[in-house]
Nanobody, 122 residues
């Protein structure tokens, strides 16, 4: 069973930045995809970005140009650098592990972290 854990959330002012981290451990495949999703109060969970071990990436239109997803050299940790944050980015952010082609469809991800709160407010 793969364990997924995210960290790095917090409170930031509009226009500020945060970096979220996600680690997957416990029997990961040679190929896998890490997806970032978020759920704002009263809204459905939505896909934000994903990255495969091939370094293929994908972004939702709402974050394209502001968020950057990357992996460390060892490939153990995935980062979501969030710049120019807006109040509408406020949500619980989840990372998830899957072995499908890169996509932002939550149903195809197998293992999920507990989530980390990101609040953008002045």
């Amino acid at each position: 069973q793969v364990q997924v854990a995210e960290s790095g959330g917090g409170l930031v002012q509009p226009g500020g930045s945060l970096r979220l981290s996600c680690t997957a451990s416990g029997g990961t495949s040679d190929y896998y995809v890490i997806g970032w999703f978020r759920q704002a109060p009263g809204k459905e969970r939505e896909g934000v970005s994903c990255i495969a071990t091939t370094d293929t990436t994908m972004y939702s239109d709402s974050v394209k140009g502001r968020f950057t997803i990357s992996r460390d050299n060892a490939g153990d940790t995935v980062y979501l650098q969030m710049d120019n944050l807006k109040p509408e980015d406020t949500a619980i952010y989840y990372c998830a592990y899957g072995t499908v082609i890169p996509n932002l469809v939550e149903e195809v991800y197998d293992f999920w972290g507990q989530g980390t709160q990101v609040t953008v407010s002045s």
